[in-house]
């Protein structure tokens, strides 16, 4: 680690910044920067050209789609390389169910999702739904924890499914879900279905290729792992019926039209690389600040509840209510302060929305409003946990006051 959110201090006369935002987005790598320079500068080709400079940024991007694939458990020619999360998951369910509508020609076909996944995907199953004849959306609820209910899941499972999208780990609690145990029971009571998964919050922790074995089709997303935003991959496992979102060019073998992205597919490549080398440590140092930092909050915060069971929530998420405090005015309050943290999922007005992922836990409507979800990362150090525990305790006593 060469720097650390306490080095990356805010202008002069400007509060201490103190960076607990991760799961929204992380500080982009020193590494990573430097592997995309060249191609914001010299190496300017088009990658689909015949020359040397085309040739070179083919190499980039095909070298970048290698190092993609090796670490996803893929092989190169299943890497789409895509705009990010948001599109790789847009792709995976519009583009299996844009399929399967064809193929059935207007026959009846379900798509069964989590009730807490991303607006990625749920707004995708939801377009589906409404733009494809014969399409429905069946969502399979979470129990208290925040963890998929299996038993409900194997109901919704039968020979109309097209498609199954489980997340790895939900965005908002951080609770990582029983992936093999949705393939294993696809497999058995939906055969024909095929199973997608949202890595995009998993993959800064957890070792894809392992956690998502069996998995059909794969969604990350660069900026969650110290990469850039607005790249990402989506695997599409070999034999995967597909229709193409963006139409054009033909790249990426007709998945994904468009001029690639060559300096974005660098930095994914250069992100995750760097994610996988320090996965196993990173997973102990941060899962203790996460804990010192959760623990430290619920000594000296009275009527603090946490939101998900810590033993199956990825190491940098802690997500706390606050009884009695209004979360956008906690997050006013502690960004005044200094202290980057977010509440529940933004929408692109920044408008904050009830969170679906709380109510789908049973979690009541007075308690998800004061909902705050701190989350570390790999520039997060000691003294980034003790100012908040600094910080906090009062902010909340000054709201609830
Ligand atoms: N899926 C999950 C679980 C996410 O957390 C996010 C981003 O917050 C996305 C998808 C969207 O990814 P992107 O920001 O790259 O479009």
Redesign the pocket.
Known sequence: MDRTDTDRRAPAGDPPLTYLDH??STPVRDEVVEAMAPFAAQVFGHPSGHHRQARAARQAVEDARDQVAGLLGAVPGEVVFTS????A?NLAVLGVLGAAARRRSGGETVVVSSAIE?A?VLEACRAAAARLPGVEHARVGVDTRGVLDLERLGEALDARVSLVTV?LAN?EVGTVQPLSDVVTLTRRLAPGAVVHT?A??GAAWLDVALAARGVDLV?V?A??LGGPKGA?ALVVREGTELEPLVLGGGQERERRAGTHDVAGAVGLATAMAAVAKERDAEAVRVGALRDRLADGLLDAVPSVTEAADRKSVLPGLCHLCFEGVDREELVVLLDEAGVCVSAGAACASGALEPSHVLAAMGVPARIARGSIRFSLGHTTSPADVERALAVVPEAVARLRG
Request: proline share 0%; hydrophobic share 25%; aromatic share 0%.
């Open positions: 799961a929204a990010g999360g948001t599109e998951d991303h990625a997340m965005n949202d995009v919050q969604s997303s900026h969650k990402g």
